[in-house]
């Protein structure tokens, strides 16, 4: 079983949809998380970090849950620019950074 | 503006090449990094560096090694290239934060083909 899992997609959506994507992580000590965006053909940048209490950025909502063991990310009023894959990532103990394998999003006019 | 470069866009060697694979920072961060992406898989790590002349075995090492003399600079050798070894290697650097965890900045990537 991967350590971090999400839905490969890709997901096609129009533009000014909500569109939520969820990741599981399989290891409870995990300290830290994150989304990263990562345009084709480009490096991932990061695109926020996800807290307990949950947090938003502008139309980009971050939620975890430690309990399951999962985190989602939530994009309203989709743009056209908002197509990319959005990794998510883990960091446990020490150095370990641990990127699920990315969810693809299509924005459509 | 943080920066981290890699030497190579595109790269094209013949099975059994030792290879070369250059990343410099300009940000004077502790902790550099080599990943490895391929369809499906996502980001692998193969090696990481705390410090000069550091290393540590990431996820995948067999096949590589690393090198780190100068803070700013992080190399990735392939003693002898495999077709196996194709893949997109992306450089990163980091500055951790106690406690917050880190951010990672990437290179543009190496696309690396061996033939």
């Known amino acids: 079983r991967k350590e971090v899992e999400q839905d490969p997609g890709p997901f096609n959506v129009p533009e000014g949809a909500t569109v939520a994507f969820n990741c599981t992580y399989s290891?409870?000590?995990?300290?830290?998380f994150f989304w990263y965006r990562q345009d084709c053909r480009k490096e991932p940048k990061l695109l926020m970090s996800?807290?307990?209490s949950g947090n938003e950025d502008g139309r980009f909502t971050a939620q975890l849950n430690r309990a399951s063991q999962y985190i989602s990310l939530l994009i309203r009023d989709s743009k056209l620019s908002d197509s990319a894959t959005y990794l998510c990532?883990?960091?446990?103990?020490?150095?370990?950074?641990?990127f699920g394998a990315g969810t693809r999003l299509f924005v459509k006019a | 503006d943080v920066k981290v470069t890699q030497s190579s866009r595109y790269l094209v060697k013949r099975t059994g090449e030792k290879v070369f694979l250059e990343c410099v920072q300009d940000?004077?961060?502790?902790?550099m990094f080599w990943y490895r992406q391929d369809p499906g898989l996502g980001l692998r790590l193969i090696y990481f560096?705390?410090?000069?002349?550091?290393?540590e075995k990431g996820d995948i090492p067999e096949g590589y090694s690393v090198s780190r003399e100068k803070k700013e600079r992080f190399s990735l050798i392939l003693e002898s290239a495999s077709t196996n070894q194709t893949s997109m290697y992306l450089c990163?650097?980091?500055?951790?934060?106690?406690?917050?965890?880190?951010?990672?900045?990437f290179g543009s990537g190496t696309q690396l083909s061996v033939l």
């Open positions: 990163a650097s980091s500055l951790l934060q106690a406690g917050t965890g880190e951010k990672l900045f």
């Open positions: 290891n409870s000590a995990s300290q830290s």
């Open positions: 996800v807290y307990s």
């Open positions: 990532v883990t960091l446990g103990g020490g150095f370990k950074t641990i």
């Open positions: 940000m004077d961060h502790e902790n």
């Open positions: 560096s705390y410090d000069v002349k550091m290393k």
